[in-house]
């Protein structure tokens, strides 16, 4: 009986989501970056990619990987874990979770792209620069992004975008993929 109800349930929040890019337009979109990323760069000389956790480290992946099957070259990549250089810490209720940064090449002087799944305020990105600067002095700091959604409270602007979805406050928008378990899809969710 659980079982039922659980599944009853699911079917019940698939039915509040309204349904953006399938998993044939997020592979277009990623393809169409990683040549976006390439022609602008003019190849992979002093490239790598940087993915924001969780889901622009898998996004970042899937870049390194077209890149190289483009190319015939694997940049470097690395995992940028935002969560200390939030504005926002003091206003949660609930602890942080921290999870790993993982950058093993030095930052300085190289092109680096940072890569995560959707641009909103720009507060995520303004935290991941600081935590890349951290690191070293970048050339160049260019932002990919799956999905820009607007309302922009600091002017941040993605260098590289898969899809512009005008939304408003009251939506929200979930980029699902088949890293994390679930199938490749983009949805807007009623608050």
């Given at each position: 009986m659980p079982g039922i109800l659980m599944t009853m349930s699911a079917q019940h929040d698939r039915q509040q989501?309204?349904?953006v890019m399938e998993s044939g337009d997020i592979a277009r979109a990623m393809t169409r970056i990683a040549h976006e990323i390439l022609e602008r760069n003019k190849g992979v000389k002093d490239l790598a990619l940087v993915g924001i956790r969780t889901g622009g480290?898998?996004?970042?992946?899937r870049l390194v990987r077209r890149i190289h099957d483009i190319e015939g070259v694997t940049v470097p990549i690395g995992e940028l874990d935002i969560t200390l250089y939030r504005d926002d810490l003091a206003l949660r209720k609930e602890q942080p979770v921290l999870r790993?940064?993982?950058?093993?090449?030095?930052?300085s002087?190289?092109?680096i792209v940072l890569v995560d799944d959707v641009l909103f305020t720009g507060r995520t990105i303004r935290a991941a620069m600081d935590g890349?600067?951290?690191l070293g002095r970048p050339a160049e700091i260019q932002l990919a992004v799956l999905v820009d959604r607007g309302h922009r409270q600091l002017p941040i602007?993605?260098?590289?975008?898969?899809?512009?979805?005008?939304?408003s406050r009251e939506e929200q928008i979930q980029v699902l993929l088949e890293e994390a378990g679930e199938d490749d899809r983009v949805v807007i969710l009623k608050a």
């Open positions: 989501e309204r349904l480290v898998h996004l970042a992946h790993k940064t993982s950058v093993p090449f030095d930052i002087d190289k092109i890349l600067i951290d602007k993605a260098t590289y975008i898969g899809k512009n979805i005008p939304t």
